[in-house]
């Protein structure tokens, strides 16, 4: 299993308090995500990294932002947690090398609840 | 823009029966494609990928797809289920170059019945 680490695993938090979820990776991959799990919508991107500092929007960035001061950590903030915000959030990595696919790989999930 | 489109947000199969999960993507240019798996409570465990190698894709646990160009499809299927098979799926589609993020389905749930 791809060394992936997401912390922490479970949280409840209260409509408006800030929430930071982290995510460590032990492959030394470039490219890292964060995804949020919600029934019926699959997976969607909420920001990725492609380098230390180097970070961009996905589809469903509203609310959130990110950071990456070193290569292995990527942090996820709710600066004002909402309860649309309760979710599954999934933190991936990939690694792009000449002809490969970008695969991703995953790590465990963090399970968000805001009451 | 890509997209992926999977057919059936639940299929029910009996042990021992073939299974078929349907994915049908959208790309402006020749993609990659994978299949993922999720089981309750875990991470997705990627189970195979297309990379224009080869059309039939053979991955873990028994499972294999076919990249059909013309039908835009890359269903994913297994001969026999096993009730360990039940978890839910996931196509993703990824258009390479520079675009280096993966669109995926909205996933499949299997069910494998005794």
């Known amino acids: 299993d791809a060394g992936i680490t997401q912390s922490p695993r479970h949280k409840v938090t209260e409509t408006g308090t800030p929430v930071t979820l982290r995510c460590h990776q032990t492959e030394n991959h470039r490219y890292m995500y964060w995804y949020r799990q919600d029934p019926g919508h699959g997976l969607r991107l909420i920001h990725y990294?492609?380098?230390?500092?180097?970070?961009d929007k996905g589809e469903v960035s509203d609310g959130y932002s990110v950071s990456r001061s070193k290569t292995e950590d990527f942090l996820l903030t709710l600066e004002s947690a909402t309860s649309s915000q309760t979710s599954v959030y999934f933190c991936?990595?990939?690694?792009?090398?000449?002809?490969?696919?970008?695969?991703?790989?995953f790590g465990p999930g963090t399970r968000l609840t805001v009451t | 823009a890509q997209s992926v489109t999977q057919l059936g947000s639940h299929v029910s199969v009996s042990e021992g029966a073939l299974v078929l999960l349907r994915c049908n993507y959208s790309s402006s240019v020749p993609p990659y494609l994978f299949w993922y798996v999720q089981y309750p409570n875990q991470g997705l465990q990627l189970l195979l990928k297309y990379t224009s190698a080869a059309t039939l894709v053979k991955g873990i646990n028994g499972f294999e797809a076919e990249f059909k160009k013309s039908e835009t499809s890359f269903h994913l299927t297994k001969p026999s289920a096993h009730m360990s098979d039940a978890a839910e799926y996931f196509c993703a589609v990824s258009s390479g170059g520079s675009n280096y993020k993966l669109t995926f389905g909205k996933g499949t749930l299997l069910t494998v019945n005794p």
């Open positions: 990294s492609y380098g230390v500092k180097d970070t």
């Open positions: 991936a990595i990939s690694e792009r090398e000449t002809g490969y696919a970008y695969e991703q790989y």
